[in-house]
């Protein structure tokens, strides 16, 4: 059996984590009007050049652009989630480990709400629609404390919306939640800048 560096998976969420904050904020700044793509600067690199007319983005390009950015960042933090949780927490048996049983329940409910929100995305993450299994249509709304709540009555086929879990807050929260309090994250983010800084050329 596979041996689970569990600081590896935290990391994993931590760079989801960042990605997810990028789109947010430069759809945020796109809508508010404080961010242009409409750049007059050509790209040299190397022997290829790609010039303004190529670069530049309109203002509805700018739009659509975050708006797939965003929704690729979504799919992406709740699928790295709900990866981390299952090769973290359960066992080969598709158990949660006895290590953790005193958060099981807190671990059951992350997990659930993550993977419908990875699955939503799974065929098209720029069209995200809702897939409940039949048996979970009719449930109880699924709620993780003051996070993120999920219910599933009367969602199925329908397109995705984060208000339909809290609005896009509520899942960078449950990350930070699985992270720090399921996972038991404790490091600054800046000992991950600090491994990644050579990266950043």
């Keep these: 059996m596979e041996t689970v560096n569990q600081d590896t998976e935290i990391k994993r969420i931590k760079l989801a984590e960042l990605r997810f904050r990028l789109a947010s904020l430069i759809k945020f700044a796109i809508r508010s009007k404080s961010l242009s793509f409409n750049t007059e600067t050509s790209w040299v690199y190397g022997e290829q050049t790609a010039y303004q007319k190529e670069l530049a983005l309109t203002r509805d390009q700018s739009e659509l652009a975050a708006h797939l950015l965003f929704h690729s960042s979504t799919h992406e933090l709740a699928s790295v989630l709900k990866e981390s949780m299952v090769k973290v927490c359960m066992d080969g048996k598709g158990q949660i480990k006895d290590i ?3 958060k099981r329940e807190l671990i059951e409910r992350a997990l659930r709400i993550s993977n419908i929100i990875r699955t939503a995305y799974s065929d098209n993450s720029g069209n995200p629609v809702w897939k409940i299994p039949k048996d979970k249509r009719n449930t109880d709304k699924i709620v993780l404390e003051n996070i993120i709540s999920l219910d599933l009555n009367a969602l199925n ?5 984060s208000e339909h879990y809290g609005g896009p807050l ?4 449950l990350s930070r939640f699985v992270r720090k ?3 038991g994250d404790n490091a600054k983010q800046e000992t991950l800048l600090e491994e990644f800084k050579g990266m950043l050329t």
């Design 157 to 161: 086929g329908k397109p995705v919306l």
């Design 181 to 183: 309090n399921l996972l």
């Design 100 to 102: 953790f049983d005193s």
């Design 170 to 173: 509520a899942l960078f929260r």
